[in-house]
């Protein structure tokens, strides 16, 4: 039989390890990453969506919007093999946009769709407002094409060496 002396050194010991892992994993370890109602619920969050502007104007290009006013037409990832998840994740978590880490997001895309058309990348943040409204901002952040990438010309160059 166990004193009360050690299994309160079990269960201290037990939810040290447990918040030792949730807290060097930002908030995802499981159950919690399961559960976006207990890790996530309420906080902004970003993600990515990716529009052929091949059509827009570069005056209309750059400027952020909500969802509704998005220029261009929509780019479907899983129809060009590209896990939207991942490519969410990607643009999200990626801190400082050396010229390594754009080649690694160009890489998702074929040389040849490069060629043929102009996809912007969009981070999209949503956050709560008052009341039960959601506030959602789509803004421009790296063009790609058969010419390269271009970084948003209106965003400073702090948004592209971290994102925070």
Same mark, same amino acid.
Request: charged letters at 25%; proline letters at 8%; zero cysteines.
């Given at each position: ?14 939810? +040290? ?13 499981? %159950? ?51 896990? %939207? ?5 990607? =643009? ?6 050396? %010229? ?12 040849? =769709? ?14 709560? +407002? ?22 948003? /010309?209106?965003?400073? /160059? ?7």
């Amino acid at each position: 039989m166990w004193s009360k002396a050690r299994a309160s050194r079990v269960l201290g010991l037990s939810l +040290a390890v447990y918040v030792l892992l949730v807290a060097t994993n930002e908030g995802e370890f499981w %159950p919690a990453s399961i559960y976006p109602m207990f890790s996530i619920a309420g906080r902004p969050w970003t993600r990515a969506l990716v529009r052929d502007v091949e059509a827009v104007p570069d005056s209309a290009r750059w400027r952020a919007t909500d969802l509704d006013g998005l220029p261009g037409r929509p780019v479907v990832l899983p129809e060009i093999g590209i896990d %939207p998840i991942d490519f969410a994740n990607f =643009l999200s978590k990626t801190r400082v946009w050396d %010229p390594d880490r754009v080649g690694g997001l160009r890489s998702l895309f074929t040389e040849d =769709l490069l060629r043929s058309r102009q996809l912007m990348v969009y981070k999209v943040r949503g956050r709560l +407002a008052a009341g039960d409204s959601v506030v959602v901002e789509a803004t421009p952040f790296l063009l790609l094409s058969g010419e390269g990438t271009t970084r948003n /010309p209106n965003l400073p /160059p702090a948004a592209y060496a971290r994102d925070r």
